[in-house]
Structure formats: structure tokens, C-alpha cells
């Protein structure tokens, strides 16, 4: 569901960044998910 992939963070090496960065071959890429708390 494309509204929910709007509320995820993107991360290259560490650093968060926006959506439109683009990925360096080697680069490490992760995907943080909403998190609720409580």
C-alpha cells in the first residue's frame, strides 16, 4: 500500500536521506519502519 511506503525512512550508509537520493553500487541501504509507540 503506497500511502503506508510514504512512512517509511530510508537510510544509505548510515545516514538518514530522501526518497529521490540515489544508491552508489557498494552503498548499504536500510529501511526503517513507522514504529508506534507506547
Request: charged share 25%; glycine share 8%.
Amino acid at each position: 500500500d503506497l500511502a503506508r511506503m510514504e512512512t517509511i525512512m530510508t537510510a544509505i550508509n548510515e545516514e538518514f536521506v530522501s526518497n529521490d537520493e540515489v544508491i552508489a553500487e557498494g552503498d548499504e541501504i536500510a529501511f526503517i519502519p513507522p514504529v508506534s509507540g507506547g
